[in-house]
């Protein structure tokens, strides 16, 4: 994954050009920014497939009672 990858990255710059060198520290920004993007991708997907649900669920019980009626009305 993006994550695990730039967390290699990280680690391989901090061991060859050491913990306190600017490269090392770009790519700690860098790691951080994916990382946050790679968490809240997944949030929203979450999200977005809690909603899928629920909308689905909404359209079939509005199809069970819509059939209901049409039941009771002959």
Do not use: M, W
């Not at 994550?3 to 920004?29: D, H, K, R, W, Y």
């Not at 809690?50 to 079939?60: H, M, N, P, R, Y």
């Amino acid at each position: 994954s993006h994550s695990s990858t730039v967390t290699a990255l990280s680690l391989a710059i901090g061991l060859q050009e050491g913990f306190t060198s600017p490269f090392f520290a770009i790519t700690c920004i860098f790691a951080f920014i994916v990382i946050y993007d790679a968490v809240n991708v997944r949030y929203y997907a979450g999200k977005n497939i809690q909603l899928t649900k629920q909308l689905i669920s909404d359209i079939e019980r509005s199809e069970e009672r819509r059939v209901g009626k049409e039941c009771r009305s002959r």
